[in-house]
């Protein structure tokens, strides 16, 4: 468990928050849990026992939990589900660029945060979708993480308020990830169906 973790639910929050405001403003280089907490008006033993760093786990969850505030998309095909939910993610952390951007350039441990971040959210997001379920839903975390960090590295070039590359990414990306899924779904279909053809072979091969 993650020391982001063990705050309560408005605690995290409130250290989400306090993060963004302070780093959209005095960037983040040399932050202390005390100024989070004075920004936040907290005492800081609210935020025990997490550090700065901790706060962008706590940044990442706070996105993820957005997604759902609106209704949940119920458009037939599943990637078109998909799609909806990442971009509302990305449409959540729009008002935030700025800060967003500050904590990237100061802060080395970003790029590991991120990493794990994009898991969680590929895993939030798939269910969601109801994508979490069923063969080969396992195998689905890790490619749509790969392409919420391109996506996000898309997001990163686009203007202010302009999604157009990160739509581009994301569009790409996912019908990509589509037609992998199905050649996997072929694959299964085909060794199913060669399984009993072997085992015939075998029985002739014993007589």
């Not at 951007?101 to 991120?114: E, F, K, Q, S, W």
């Not at 993480?145 to 990160?166: H, I, P, S």
Request: a negative charge.
């Amino acid at each position: 468990m993650s020391n982001a973790s063990r705050l309560d639910n408005g605690a995290r929050l409130a250290l989400a928050m306090a993060a963004l405001a302070h780093a959209k403003e005095q960037g983040w280089a040399g932050v202390r849990i005390g100024q989070l907490a004075a920004r936040a008006e907290r005492p800081v033993q609210d935020f025990y026992p997490a550090a700065p760093s901790d706060a962008l786990e706590a940044i990442e969850d706070m996105f993820d939990h957005e997604v759902a505030a609106a209704p949940l998309p119920d458009a037939e095909e599943a990637r078109e589900r998909l799609f909806e939910l990442c971009m509302r993610r990305f449409e959540a952390m729009e008002p935030h660029r700025t800060a967003l951007t500050a904590i990237g350039r100061d802060d080395p441990l970003m790029h590991g945060v991120l990493l794990k971040a994009s898991l969680r959210s590929a895993h939030w997001l798939l269910g969601l979708a109801g994508l979490a379920d069923g063969q080969f839903a396992a195998l689905r975390t890790g490619p749509l993480a790969l392409v919420l960090t391109r996506a996000r590295g898309a997001w990163q070039q686009d203007k202010e308020g302009d999604f157009a590359r990160t739509l581009v990414s994301l569009d790409r990306d996912l019908r990509r990830a589509e037609e992998a899924q199905s050649q996997l779904h072929q694959l299964a279909a085909w060794l199913r169906g060669n399984r009993p053809r072997q085992a015939e072979r075998k029985a002739d091969d014993g007589a």
